[in-house]
């Protein structure tokens, strides 16, 4: 039974289904006996170049099976990940690798690292240790296991600290919500630097399931073979991903319609887009409501779909959400205020800032900076970023709210409303969007102002080819305020 460390799961399965698919990347694959074996030998290996348990250590490598073996050796060590993006400039590496003050990076030859020591994965292969259990420190379910980037990495980054247990909760619900377990056949389509990326693969693998690497870049047609090739059953795409499936021809999203399981999180779907990936992608699309600081929060289901097409879902399993106000008193029903959860698989502090664990976790909750409000049935419907609310003439409008309903036209594929400064009233909205050629400013402008009250309609409104978005699938609004300056001012 695994009571000290994720890791000990590898020797069950081992031992309970040697011959089973732990893992797999293009033509190679990894039994659970294969990998188990792997783990223990370089988690060996790296308590014999000294690394103490507690120790950071660095894991920047690409997207591949080696990169899996790293996490679980690195577990089994008890040591503790830094997951660094070997897409990173080297100042974005070194600035990361000094804020939390890595002893060592794992990383690939040619990805150099200049603020710490290096070990290549050939290096290590090197050095073999005798694979020995008894050589392993001893660990606990409190120790910690990874340190995950929630911000940027430029500037003053935050990372909160997870533990051995709060991953195994953050499983939990995994198994119970989204029903991940050892029949699993999960493709991981994003990169295993992000979170959702690295989680489901470790959860779906400590379940005795199969990972099946596909990692980014690729054609959509691609991944449509590789789900067809694997039989998948589960999936995980940003929404990014999603969109360019929704474009592709019938023929190449035939495979989807077989999963037991499409989830998408990252950022935030258009309700429409969300009736489009159950309608035709596949009719068992969950949006998933999450965070780095404390793994999922709430679940959209497609039956939810059909009650509240615009809400997050409702809390899942063991996670209690509270919407508060300014003085953190609970709000009634229906009303806009600052989300805030608490649970088991939640973190309680960011690594090595004390300021910004001040400012988030706060009385045994979590306060992760977005407004939200929850209907009397546990339905949580975000009203965007704490920040991004835009304040015109004393008026608090959220963007979200505007969204929703601008997107109620079929023509119109994505927008994005937000706050430019304005002498008189503080702020006043801008609208970037994206639709049919047809689609005009005054068509949106009439359809937002027979909807909603004459100030939540933007005065600025301008079409682009596509909005800027990072590599999560998040809109870029410090770009969008660039590009608006181009835009005629009424």
Same mark, same amino acid.
């Given at each position: ?9 590898? #020797? ?28 223990? =030998? $370089? ?7 000294g690394f103490q348990p507690g120790a950071i250590v660095g894991v920047c490598m690409r997207d591949s099976l080696e990169h899996v073996v ?6 089994? =060590?008890?040591?503790?990940? $830094? ?10 590496? @070194? ?9 060592? &990076? +794992? ?21 073999? #240790? ?11 379910? @409190? ?5 995950? $980037?929630?911000?940027g990495t430029t500037g003053r980054p935050k990372g909160p600290m997870i533990t051995h247990r709060h991953f195994l909760r953050r499983f ?31 959860? &779906? ?71 489009? +990936? ?14 780095? @600081?404390?793994?999922?929060?709430? !679940? ?14 409702? %809390?899942?399993?063991? &996670? ?18 600052? !989300? ?6 939640? =973190? /309680? ?6 300021? *910004?664990?001040? *400012?988030?976790?706060? /009385?045994?909750?979590?306060? %992760? ?30 963007p979200n709210e505007i969204e929703d309903t601008l997107m109620q036209l079929p023509k119109l594929r994505e927008c994005c409303v937000f ?12 609208? =970037?969007?994206?639709?049919? #050629?047809? !689609? ?40 969008? *305020? ?9």
């Amino acid at each position: 039974m695994m009571e000290n460390n994720l890791a000990d799961s590898l #020797a069950l399965h081992a031992r309970a289904r040697p011959d089973h698919l732990a893992l797999v990347d293009g033509d190679r694959s990894l039994t659970h006996t294969a990998l188990h074996s792997q783990v223990l =030998a $370089l988690a060996c290996t790296l308590v014999s170049h000294g690394f103490q348990p507690g120790a950071i250590v660095g894991v920047c490598m690409r997207d591949s099976l080696e990169h899996v073996v790293c996490m679980w050796a690195c577990a089994r =060590a008890g040591l503790v990940m $830094l997951p660094l993006d070997w897409r990173w400039t080297s100042a974005e590496r @070194e600035s990361v690798v000094r804020h939390f003050n890595a002893c060592c &990076v +794992i990383t690939e030859p040619d990805i150099p690292v200049a603020a710490c020591a290096t070990l290549t994965w050939e290096e290590l292969q090197v050095r073999h #240790a005798v694979a020995s259990p008894s050589s392993l420190p001893v660990t606990s379910l @409190e120790s910690a296991l990874l340190i995950s $980037l929630s911000s940027g990495t430029t500037g003053r980054p935050k990372g909160p600290m997870i533990t051995h247990r709060h991953f195994l909760r953050r499983f939990w619900t995994h198994w119970i919500n989204l029903g991940l377990n050892a029949n699993s056949r999960f493709v991981c389509a994003t990169p295993l630097y992000f979170g959702g990326g690295r989680t489901f693969t470790l959860s &779906v693998i400590f379940s005795g399931g199969t990972a099946i690497l596909h990692c980014p870049p690729f054609a959509p047609e691609t991944l449509a073979k590789v789900v067809q090739q694997h039989d998948a059953n589960a999936l995980f795409l940003v929404p990014t991903q999603l969109r360019r499936l929704l474009a592709c021809p019938p023929e190449t999203r035939a495979p989807f319609k077989r999963l037991q399981l499409l989830l998408s999180s990252g950022a935030p779907l258009q309700s429409n887009e969300r009736q489009a +990936i159950r309608d035709t992608l596949c009719d068992r699309f969950h949006e998933y409501y999450a965070s780095t @600081e404390g793994g999922g929060v709430s !679940l959209c289901t497609p039956e939810d779909f059909d009650v509240h097409l615009t809400s997050v879902g409702r %809390p899942i399993y063991g &996670v209690e959400v509270g919407i508060v106000d300014d003085l953190d008193q609970p709000v009634e029903a229906g009303h806009v205020g600052r !989300l805030r959860y608490r649970g088991p698989g939640v =973190a /309680d502090k960011f690594f090595n800032d004390a300021e *910004q664990t001040q *400012q988030h976790f706060r /009385d045994g909750w979590f306060y %992760p900076g977005d407004l939200a409000e929850q209907d009397v049935h546990g339905y949580i419907f975000l009203r965007g970023r704490s920040k991004d609310v835009v304040i015109r003439g004393g008026i608090n409008i959220y963007p979200n709210e505007i969204e929703d309903t601008l997107m109620q036209l079929p023509k119109l594929r994505e927008c994005c409303v937000f706050g430019i400064p304005d002498p008189e009233l503080g702020e006043r909205l801008a609208c =970037a969007w994206v639709g049919e #050629a047809d !689609l005009t400013n005054a068509e949106l402008e009439s359809h937002c102002r027979s909807k909603l009250a004459p100030y939540k309609a933007p005065r600025i409104w301008f079409r682009l080819d596509e909005l800027p978005r990072n590599s999560a699938g998040k809109v870029v609004k410090e770009r969008l *305020q660039e590009l608006r300056k181009s835009a005629v001012d009424p």
